[in-house]
């Protein structure tokens, strides 16, 4: 993607009134957040160790920030990408029944993304795991998880409307479930980032199913580490996926918009098939993978929302500069403030 200067842009805050809007969004909606999926909020870590596993692989080609610790030998520590498989670990830890979960703040420096309207090397996001039974990996229980999350973002929209009521909310009502086999027929031919624009334009929000097996093209709609989500069993629908992606219809870029990937995680049985996929067995020796294959953690569900992302989309701005402090090549940052788009 690169740089979208929307026509005509206009703040609709100043970024005196940006700063106290953010700080609402984020009180309101973690709180709602944490009530909608019975989550506690816990401490989370910026950094792991080196070759435990724990680190969120991503696409598997992102290079993490990492360090030699002094104190343990020259040891190499990771900044994290995500929490995603630290969080399951954490639930065995702190023995969370099923039904019940935990959240936490992640910040993130991903040194790799191309920076432009929605990617920062900044990451900060709201990081939520649920411990499940085993019965519940099934697509109906994914589905009734973002419905409940979906509506505590309109809630969160609903709010910012009453604080300052020339923010008129875009949200539809309810939120449309679809495969990315089902958009790849639709759509056949486009680029999957045009698939899910045509989609959510359509609809105004969207889940979209499956991220991360191939497609009947014999290509994955998007990549996902073989570690984490579900995407290779039996939805019950005759496609394979348990996770997806959260996408609405931006108005003010003319895109779509991506505000949460989640998902039921990984069974035992699930990693196995996964790291054969994607031809890296060998991640089945690392200390996490150990124990999931050896059923020490427990099944469970969860993601990652963004927290600059929605703020950014509920308070209509243009760039994610404009509700997060980080960096940016000078070109881009001379094209926004030409048009009016203001980086922190």
Known sequence: MSLIIPKNYKQKLLPETTELAIKMIKHNFQKKLAEALNLRRVTAPLFVLAGTGLNDDLNGVERPVSFPVKALGDRRAEVVHSLAK???????????????????????????????????????????????????????????????????????????YETFPHITPRLPEDITFIHSEDLLREYPGMMPTERESKAAEKYGAIF???????????????????????????????????????????????????????????????????????????????????????????????????????????LQKAHIGEVQASIWPDEQIEKCREAGIMLM
């Not at 795991?129 to 809630?155: C, F, G, H």
């Not at 992606?245 to 990984?266: A, C, H, K, T």
């Not at 020490?296 to 927290?307: H, T």
């Open 208 to 314: 979209l199913i499956g991220i991360g097996a191939d497609l009947s093209n014999g290509e994955p709609h998007d990549g996902r580490a073989p570690d984490y989500d579900d995407w290779i069993s039996d939805n019950g629908e005759g496609y394979r996926g348990l996770n997806g992606d959260i996408i609405v219809w931006d108005s003010v870029l003319g895109r779509s918009f991506e505000i949460s990937s989640m998902g039921i995680r990984v069974s035992p049985e699930s990693l196995k098939r996964q790291l054969e996929v994607r031809g890296c067995p060998e991640r089945a020796g690392l200390n996490f993978h150990k124990r999931l294959l050896a059923g020490e953690l427990p099944y469970s569900i969860g993601g990652g929302i963004g927290q600059s992302r929605l703020c950014m989309y509920l």
């Open 86 to 160: 630290w969080k399951r670990a954490k639930l065995e830890a702190y023995q969370i029944d099923p039904g019940y979960g935990l959240y936490t703040d992640m910040n993130a420096i991903r040194a790799d993304e191309e920076l432009d309207n929605l990617h920062s090397l900044y990451v900060d996001q709201w990081d939520w795991e649920k411990t499940i039974n085993e019965s519940d990996r099934n697509l109906e229980y994914l589905k009734s998880t973002v419905r409940k999350i979906y509506q505590a973002i309109r809630e969160t929209e609903k709010k910012v």
